[in-house]
């Protein structure tokens, strides 16, 4: 094995003698994000960060809407969060309560300055948005665009979410015990939810504040914090907002209790893909619902629930993973290709398509990964690698395949340029299995790539590093294919007889013993077919 490595050394900086290397790098410049200005947006800003991670969260944005030379740039919203096409402009208003003899008032006037507020904010950013794209800033000086390209307009989805805080204590009292939070109440709409004068309202419910324009969303504390808790990725979160926006405007939801009670039976109903949907299966499109309270907490009283809690624990692998590449390219210390013109738009492309992948994929994801590095450490390896196919339909990019490779830092080969020789061999390699997976599945367009040295690799002065990349391949010549086939051959890859394809998959809500004495518990559409495959293959025999 160590032959080989001297081999592939050689023959790969064979190929660059003609190119001067040299020691001196480029790194990006880095990016200054906001933390909030007030203890509520800075709690924003933190939530995001754990749900739709670092690179895609801008808190505090502004536009340079000053109106003279001088002076700080107007605040667009207090969160912006930009993944791929998908907008989300969020607006914070925290409200003291003003008690007064006749609740009613009080609670007009509280929802005129917490909600109504945060939906003319979010009216005029999106208009910002749509009119004047270059021309938002992620610091009050306007002097540091947004460092992430925003979605043509026409294929842009923008969805607004107001954040109203300040009323929780009010509307315990109100409900006489519970926690607060608000009624969803669609039949309510636009004005009448505080309407003037002496007209009627129902405080403390909530229903479809601006119907003549896109759905905005409004939660309180509780609600917010119980639905990016459970759908923390930036794919599960916006799925939901996109069915919940459906369900409230089209009054499929009559009422519901609360946030909790809505969300827990969105979590436990799935159309015939296995996504959850506000529609118990088997029955009508056009039912309606009148979600009564306790719902959450039957959700997490079920065996399938806790399950899936256990099971996600695993799952963090695959959000530290992105982690590790986004703090680079935020702190400025991401070092770009000799010769190439990298940004960090350049790599966040890649970096969103990991992101895109939902929780039980990540877990899933994170168990391969795992996985693969516990064999790299397992035995004295100098290489390990380990690529993994979309499957199944469920991956967030279905034409991107991803790569590992594990090569540490040899310790008896003698590098001319150490450190630096070693980074540019193990790219190279990355770049070669990520080319050969796609030369074996010319129906992909792309392959992510991410290579370390591995838990084997020997401590060295020039400290640690990983390596991304993103292949894409549009269609195969003659040429590239020779090309590809020659590199696979230097450096020893996808060799025949060394190659072992293996499938990956996750359920959600993983299966559970049922026990007799509880035939209420019921399988989910996923564990059905997971037990299909499994009993399929208990009757296969092998040679």
Known sequence: MREQLRVALNLIFYQFVERPITKKVRTLKPIHRGSGATDSERYLAELADRTFLDLWSYPNTFNDNRGHKTGDGKELCDLLVVF???LLVFSDKSIEWKDNADEAISWKRWYKRAVKKSVQQIRGAERWLKEHPDRIFIDKACMHPLPIDLPEVEHRRVHGIAIALGAEEAGQRHFRGNDGSFVIAPAIKGDAHAPKGSEPCQPFFIGDVDPDGPFVHVFDRRGLDLVMSELDTVSDFVRYLNHRADAIRSGKVVIAENEADLLAFYLQNEDDQGGHVFLVKGERPETKYMIEGGGYERLQARPEYKAKIHANKNSGAWDKLIRLFTKTVLDGTAIAPPDFDV????IERALRIMAAEDRTRRRALSGAFIDALETAQSGPHIRFSRSILPAGGDAADPLCAYVFVFLPFPTDVDLERDYEQYREVRSSILATYAYAILRRNKHLKRAIGVAMEGPNSTDHREGSSEDLL?????EWTQELES???EREQQHNVMKEG?????????????????SPSNPAVRLTRQQRRAAERLAKKGRQSWP
């Open 84 to 86: 791929g096409n998908d």
């Open 343 to 346: 940004s960090a738009r350049d």
């Open 470 to 474: 993103m292949i894409e391949v549009e």
């Open 483 to 485: 090309e590809i086939v």
């Open 498 to 514: 060394r190659v072992t394809y293996s499938g990956m998959s996750a359920q959600e809500y993983p299966d559970v013993s049922v």
